[in-house]
């Protein structure tokens, strides 16, 4: 288990704060995104491209689909989104959009992407149908 130390001069969370410091600074630690247990892994297809039927969270719509399945392709090759914004081209804040599902990519920007985050040619086809079913 992880010590969580009180910002009351380096004490022990249980000096100053009690169970509600401990309680608190693992709640922090949760909405910024550090996970206090072991999460399990999630499939993927054996294509690589993670799916919404693969997914717990699941996609509910081809835009969260497609964005979610670039997310998964960038994030496998290991590279940023600083480094995919400069590998293609595109601005952060674009691919950003774009993986996020706030913006749908251009035909150009989803071949751009496709290359940069290395997809086979299937992954690719897969999100060109579903950036078909948004237009």
Do not use: C
């Not at 399990?40 to 399945?69: E, F, K, N, R, Y």
């Amino acid at each position: 288990m992880t010590k969580v130390r009180a910002h009351w001069r380096n004490a022990p969370a249980t000096a100053k704060g009690g169970a509600a410091g401990v309680v608190l600074a693992a709640a922090v630690a949760v909405w910024i995104g550090f996970s206090l247990a072991d999460d399990p892994p999630t499939p993927s297809s054996p294509d690589g491209v993670t799916t919404a039927s693969t997914t717990s969270a699941q996609p509910s719509t081809p835009a969260t689909q497609l964005a979610h399945a670039l997310r998964s392709g960038r994030t496998r090759l290991g590279i940023s989104t600083r480094e995919a914004a400069r590998r293609s081209g595109l601005s952060r804040a674009r691919v950003s959009e774009i993986e996020r599902g706030v913006e749908s990519p251009t035909a150009p920007e989803l071949d751009t992407l496709s290359r940069v985050y290395e997809l086979t040619m299937d992954e690719w086809a897969t999100l060109v149908t579903m950036r078909q079913e948004i237009s």
